[in-house]
């Protein structure tokens, strides 16, 4: 049995917040040490604002540390869907967002010197059906016309350059795209925040918060486990694992589980067999497979193989399905032993869209759907300038923020089970 364990965990040493006591107040709350959170803490403290996280857990304790590290460009829907439902010029300039969330990950690491294994591999996807390959020369022709961004296509009978597998039926590669260890990521934005003047706040949930004036300044009361305080402006950072402290926000996220194991390390050969350009790979199903190469050569293997957040019990679960999923792909890692096996939560909204906005005069950016590396961070830079000068050109604040159908949905994910069963049978019809 491989280890219940974090394998990008035990690559870093996470920084811990000195304990200190909360300030009586602060100008900007946020909630949650993740990607969002820690990119509009350092933004806002390198704009002079005082600025306190609050997170539930520890640094990074979310789906920062624990995701594939794959910096991707897009966004989960299809650049076609995009158009037909935002339209042209909305689409085109949430496409430039995703593009240039690359470069602002890129940027942080080099300003703030964040030791984190960031190299632009490019990301391939691959396609599981012919119909699905077809697609890509329609989406990258797409992409081409109306972004000016050139993706590869690669045909079947030249895909072993680029993955060391048969069963797929062509490719799509963005050079753009990079990989990274997320955990070494989170920390060094943590510290980085912290150098720069923001306090974090570990072990300190957010309970509830209330809109509240304070000499003629409006602002909000937060009740956290570690007494009140008051802010003039609180962000929601919390995606997947965002709970009743913000009720309207609960109810518009779906959290869906995702896990993810790890081999031991893999002679050179055959990892260069396995993946010869060290790019970041997924594939084009709903109940999708996403592998990488870790820098020092492991094969990490992930993909929903339970709809379920992470307990003890889904994790054990997925460790042997996705063990098969990953022998499926690579038959030759048969012999290879798994060492590590994790699982995390993806925020999904209800039309697949990452949102960013203001709810009751709160602001938040979440939502991500599994593209969140460089994604989040991205939006807490972008939530960042809106708090800090008071408007905002993100084009994710421009789309509705749609609940669920019939309000039929108070965060208690009742229908996962049918989620997962119509993913699957759509992965088969479609
Ligand atoms: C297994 C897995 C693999 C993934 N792989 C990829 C990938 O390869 N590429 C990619 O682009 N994306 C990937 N993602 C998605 C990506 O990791 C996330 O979108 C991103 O990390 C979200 O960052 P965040 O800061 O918004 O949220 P998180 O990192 O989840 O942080 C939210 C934090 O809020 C805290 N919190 C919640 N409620 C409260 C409260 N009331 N008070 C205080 N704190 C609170 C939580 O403790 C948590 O630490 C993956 C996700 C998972 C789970």
Redesign the pocket.
């Known amino acids: 049995m491989p280890e219940e364990q974090n394998f990008w965990l035990t690559t870093v040493q996470m920084p811990a917040a000195p304990p200190q006591p909360l300030p009586e107040k602060t100008d900007i709350a946020i909630?949650?040490?993740?990607?969002?959170?820690?990119?509009a803490a350092l933004a806002l403290a390198k704009r002079g604002a005082r600025v306190l996280v609050?997170?539930?857990?520890?640094?990074?304790?979310?789906?920062?540390?624990?995701?594939?590290?794959?910096?991707?460009t897009g966004l989960k829907l299809g650049v076609n869907q995009l158009i037909s439902k935002f339209g042209r010029d909305l689409t085109r300039r949430m496409y430039a967002a995703s593009l240039e969330s690359i470069g602002s990950v890129e940027r942080i690491v080099s300003e703030e010197n964040i030791i984190c294994d960031f190299v632009r591999t490019g990301h391939l996807e691959v396609a599981c059906k012919q119909l699905h390959f077809d697609d890509y020369a329609r989406q990258a022709e797409t992409i081409a016309r109306e972004f000016n961004h050139q993706l590869c296509v690669v045909p079947r009978d030249r895909l072993r350059s680029e993955i060391g597998s048969d069963i797929y039926y062509g490719g799509m590669v963005d050079e753009i795209s990079a990989?990274l260890n997320?955990a070494r990521y989170?920390a060094g934005l943590a510290a980085a925040a912290t150098r720069t003047g923001a306090q974090i706040s570990e072990r300190?949930?957010?309970?509830s918060l209330q809109r509240e004036s304070r000499n003629g300044e409006r602002g909000f009361k937060l009740n956290?486990s570690r007494g009140t305080m008051w802010a003039r402006a609180v962000l929601?950072?919390?995606?997947?694992?965002?709970?009743?402290?913000?009720p309207a926000l609960q109810k518009k996220i779906i959290p869906i589980?995702?896990?993810?194991i790890v081999t031991e390390v893999l002679p050179e050969p055959l990892a260069r067999e396995l993946s010869p350009r060290n790019r970041?790979i997924?594939d084009s199903k709903n109940y999708l497979y996403?592998f990488?190469l870790t820098p020092d050569r492991r094969m990490l293997f992930?993909g929903r193989a339970a709809f379920f957040p992470?307990t003890a019990q889904t994790i054990r679960k997925s460790a042997e399905l996705l063990r098969r999923g990953m022998i499926e792909v690579y038959p030759r890692l048969r012999d290879v032993k798994i060492k590590y096996v994790?699982?995390?939560?993806?925020?999904f909204c209800f039309d697949l869209m990452?949102h960013a906005g203001q709810l009751d005069g709160i602001y938040f950016?979440?939502g991500?759907?599994?593209?969140?590396?460089?994604?989040?961070?991205y939006?807490?830079q972008k939530m960042a300038e809106w708090i800090a000068e008071g408007e905002t050109d993100n084009p994710l604040a421009e789309i509705p923020f749609p609940g669920a159908p019939l309000g039929l949905y108070n965060g208690n994910p009742w229908f996962l089970p049918l989620a997962g069963a119509y993913y699957k049978v759509l992965d088969w019809i479609s």
């Not at 991500?368 to 961070?377: K, L, N, S």
């Open positions: 909630i949650g040490a993740g990607f969002t959170g820690l990119s609050l997170e539930s857990q520890t640094i990074g304790w979310g789906a920062s540390s624990r995701n594939g590290g794959m910096v991707l990989g997320p989170v300190t949930p957010l309970q956290t929601i950072a919390t995606s997947g694992y965002t709970g009743p402290a913000t589980g995702s896990f993810i970041q997924y996403y990488r992930g992470e994790w699982g995390g939560t993806l925020d990452p950016a979440l991500y759907a599994g593209h969140g590396v460089a994604m989040a961070t939006q807490g």
